[in-house]
């Protein structure tokens, strides 16, 4: 892991850095903290590591007194857009001019996007826990971000808790039935890009002993700013 550069701002410590060739960003409180407790931020597509809602995010969590960190997941933010993105975006375009459904087309996309992100992750947390040490580790993401947390987070131990949503069982490449942590999952009603039912069904198939349901009204990128309350608290209860 190396770091790039360091800032302070209104008592919160950002530090820019790359694993290989995937950039990220390092934030933790300048007050008294333990840095062991950790929040992983996967941002949703077209977005990334240093995209406003995010850094909000990670504000929030770092006044609980987590350590948090967000990476740029393949073909977006300062890494290099493949012909894959593009033709995503093209065929995104194309179909919800049609009216058509783009669930499937999503999928694909997650599915490709997760096969080489997971991995990167892994990476990233070996390097994040040689450098503040090992400790209780949480993830939060949505669509794209859940997408890459769900498999991320079934094939890893190391994740003790997360918050995921706006997916559907056909958008993510995992059996659900392979997890088990306490999870806070979100939903939006009137979501146009993942059918409701989907995500339901996702909900349902989770084998985690403690779950809760998120239901919000509103389409994909309406999610309330409330929920980052709620995340914040979810995270305070399982990381302790």
Do not use: C
């Not at 997408?147 to 069982?169: E, K, Q």
């Amino acid at each position: 892991m190396q770091f790039t550069s360091e800032s302070v701002d209104d008592g919160l410590i950002e530090r820019r850095f790359t694993v290989g060739d995937v950039p990220g960003i390092l934030w933790t409180p300048a007050g008294d903290h333990d840095p062991r407790r950790l929040i992983l931020l996967g941002h949703g597509g077209g977005q990334h590591k240093a995209a406003p809602a995010l850094v909000a995010r990670a504000r929030r969590f770092a006044a609980a007194g987590f350590a948090v960190a967000a990476i740029d997941a393949p073909g977006h933010g300062d890494r290099p857009r493949s012909d894959r993105e593009r033709r995503f975006s093209a065929g995104m375009a194309e179909r919800m001019s049609a009216g058509e459904p783009v669930a499937a087309h999503v999928g694909e996309y997650h599915a490709a996007v997760a096969e080489q992100a997971v991995g990167e992750w892994k990476s990233v947390l070996d390097a994040l826990q040689e450098d503040l040490g090992e400790g209780r580790v949480g993830y939060w993401g949505l669509s794209l971000g859940a997408a890459i947390g769900l498999p991320f987070f079934a094939a890893d131990s190391r994740i003790r808790a997360a918050v995921v949503g706006l997916v559907g069982g056909d958008l993510v490449p995992v059996r659900a039935s392979r997890i088990t942590i306490p999870v806070e999952f979100l939903v939006q009603w009137d979501d146009e890009l993942v059918p409701r039912q989907a995500a339901l069904d996702l909900f349902d198939a989770l084998a985690s002993a403690e779950k809760t349901l998120h239901a919000n009204p509103g389409p994909h990128a309406g999610v309330p700013r409330f929920e980052v309350e709620s995340a914040a608290r979810f995270f305070v209860r399982h990381l302790p």
